[in-house]
């Protein structure tokens, strides 16, 4: 089942540490948003493989934007 | 009460095997931060002579005294790097902490006799200052090593006059005695001028057989009456002089145990002056821990090895406040005071030792939609909003009614800015919290886990809070500074860009300029520099916090000048609703 990982903040996302095709673990950092100043770390929600990643390096997002789907 | 206190809620979580892992850099990092502040507190202890050398006279080091004096592992050292005139000794020559000495807490401070045979030197009557306060609002006995040989001459003019200067030391044992807090005073070696008040200005002097006490010493008495030069025959007659002293100095204990009685003890031997502090010390007034605990002490939960990875040296990485409390307080149980309301700000009450505490500290990280309620822009842990101002207010002066003392813990970028947060009174309710905290007269602790910055430093119970704040201890992340070094460079030099750029002139000097600031704002932030400054009163390992939190609390609870019955609290039955 494919689960999303959603944006908790709006900002700025600084960098990305999850790749297409690639394996993650829950609570793996996949990246990182900045907002205010500070950098928000994003997990994953569950364990799996990356299946799509909707953001690259440098956009902004909005709350509840989905920024990578897992599988 | 037992009720409310003995079964708190329980919060924390156990660290998952994402979040191990991801730590593993923030640990190695943090570790090897605090280990290099170590080796800065080592070299401090390690100034002038060796113990060796002083133990060759017949004499103890400070160190060694302490030793002996102190109850094992019940040492919490305090002002360890402290050096604000940056002076070339490394020190300001006093050793100082808190330590149980016969089961009861005390404030200790002694020379350092390894270093010009414990010479007043600059920054020395600040760091005194910083422990008669500290003796004054814990209400405990301050207990001193005195082994003073006076001014150093050569730099008189940095610390003998002056406000805050040395002699301020005696009007504060004064004020101390004034108020009924004892100071107990072991007095060894040669004390004459500064250290002859040093000596006379305790309560009850515990004396050595060789040491000496006087208005003047050998070296001052040989050179009075002023003739306007020197001569060979006047080099003579010094030397004439010089020896009959150091034969017979001035204050021996032959005048002033035989003859004036100021000294109530004499001691052949070094231990024999520390046994009789230890056994006054056990006659000190001080309630057994069961009159105030709330419960049985118990460790937290989680080990304290999880601070590290909870807390990341990383200042924009944002952390979960609650757990890193959760790995310092009894059982990891807690009453929170109002979750959901100020979401930036955690305040409840634990249990430390078994001791009622109030804590405070700032939450990090987003704080959802729709906060702060006046603005609709994004709102972060770190700043404080009006909720967070009103809840501090309320918090604050809740534990002053109930005479729960308080340990702050800030980690914050300051209280909101702008016209809309103006509108918000931030203003005016960040001085109210000033106000709060006055009115409380509870003994307050603060810890700066990393930021504290521009007035919320202040606000949150920071050392500024003079007559409330305890002490102030940072950790190897500890930052403090009015703002960020790059704000501050924007700030100072933005209408110059302008100008330059308007006058078609070159802008790299500035930006050299504006580089050079915000290099200096980072090196005059970090740990070592505070603690150097006293902008903090000692940097502690992160597994050194509990003590420092258990200390805290035990001295407080020891003997408090004002209590508030447990079934009569009126915090605990607000949390409950």
Not at chain 1, 52 to 70: N, P
Not at chain 2, 103 to 122: E, H, Q, S, T, Y
Not at chain 2, 405 to 411: E, L, R, S, T
Request: glycine share 10%; net charge negative; with cysteine.
């Amino acid at each position: 089942m494919a689960q999303n990982i959603t944006a908790p903040l709006s900002g700025k996302v600084i960098s990305l540490d999850i790749k297409v095709g690639k394996k993650v673990e829950e609570d793996d950092e996949a990246l990182v948003i900045e907002a205010l100043k500070m950098e928000n770390p994003v997990y994953a929600p569950c364990n799996g493989t990356v299946k799509e990643i909707k953001v690259a390096v440098g956009d902004l997002v909005e709350e509840d934007q989905v920024l990578a789907v897992i599988e | 009460m037992r009720p409310y206190f003995e079964k708190m809620a329980a919060f924390g979580h156990e660290l998952k095997k994402g979040e191990l892992k991801r730590a593993e850099d923030n640990v190695r990092q943090f570790k090897d931060a605090e280990t290099a502040l170590e080796q800065e507190g080592e070299k401090v202890k390690q100034v002038g002579l060796s113990a060796e050398q002083v133990n060759s006279r017949g004499q103890l080091t400070v160190w060694q005294r302490l030793e002996y004096l102190v109850d094992p592992g019940t040492w919490i050292p305090l002002h360890t790097l402290f050096n604000p005139e940056d002076n070339e000794e490394g020190t300001t020559n006093v050793v100082d902490g808190l330590g149980k000495i016969s089961g009861r807490w005390a404030v200790i401070i002694g020379f350092d006799n390894k270093v010009m045979a414990g010479a007043w030197l600059p920054g020395q009557a600040d760091n005194v200052l910083r422990i008669t306060n500290l003796s004054k609002r814990l209400n405990i006995p301050l207990v001193w090593l005195v082994n003073c040989s006076g001014v150093k001459l050569t730099e008189q003019e940095k610390f003998y006059p002056n406000r805050r200067g040395s002699g301020a030391t005696f009007y504060r044992h004064a004020e101390l005695e004034q108020l009924g807090i004892p100071i107990l005073a072991g007095i060894y070696g040669t004390n004459p001028a500064g250290g002859g008040y040093q000596s006379i200005s305790p309560t009850i002097l515990f004396a050595h057989k060789d040491c000496n006490i006087a208005v003047g010493g050998a070296g001052i008495v040989s050179g009075m009456a002023p003739k306007g030069g020197f001569d060979a025959a006047a080099a003579e007659d010094i030397i004439d002089k010089a020896k009959h002293f150091k034969a017979e100095p001035p204050g021996t204990v032959k005048i002033h145990y035989d003859e004036t009685g100021f000294f109530r003890y004499v001691y052949e031997e070094e231990q024999g002056v520390l046994d009789g502090l230890k056994s006054f010390m056990e006659g000190i007034p001080a309630y057994h821990p069961k009159f105030f605990r709330v419960a049985e002490p118990a460790p937290p939960r989680f080990s304290a090895e999880d601070l590290y990875r909870l807390l990341p040296l990383e200042q924009k990485r944002v952390y979960d406040f609650d757990e890193v409390l959760s790995r310092l307080v009894d059982n990891s149980e807690h009453m929170e005071f109002r979750p959901g309301y100020g979401p930036e700000v955690y305040t409840g009450l634990v249990k430390i030792d078994g001791f009622l505490v109030g804590c405070i500290g700032n939450r990090q990280g987003y704080l959802g939609k729709g906060y702060p309620e006046y603005a609709d822009y994004q709102a972060m842990g770190g700043k404080l909003y009006r909720q967070g101002l009103i809840k501090m207010n309320e918090f604050v002066t809740l534990c002053g009614r109930d005479r729960v003392p308080i340990v702050w813990f800030q980690d914050t970028t300051g209280i909101d800015v702008g016209d809309l947060a103006e509108k918000a009174e931030l203003l005016g309710l960040g001085q109210s919290l000033i106000y709060s905290i006055q009115q409380t007269d509870v003994p307050m602790l603060l810890v700066v886990l990393r930021k504290g910055t521009a007035a919320a430093h202040y606000v949150m119970g920071g050392p500024t809070a003079n007559r409330h704040n305890a002490f102030t201890l940072g950790t190897a992340a500890t930052e403090i500074y009015v703002m960020h070094g790059e704000t501050a460079a924007v700030a100072t030099y933005s209408r110059r860009l302008v100008k330059e750029k308007e006058a078609g002139r070159p802008l790299e000097p500035v930006i050299e300029s504006m580089n050079k600031l915000a290099d200096e704002y980072r090196e005059n932030s970090r740990p070592l520099f505070c603690a150097r400054t006293g902008m903090v009163d000692e940097i502690v390992s992160m597994t050194g916090l509990r003590g420092y939190l258990a200390a805290f609390a035990g001295a407080v609870y020891q003997n408090p000048t004002s209590i508030c019955p447990q079934h009569q609290m009126f915090l605990p039955r607000v949390i409950k609703g």
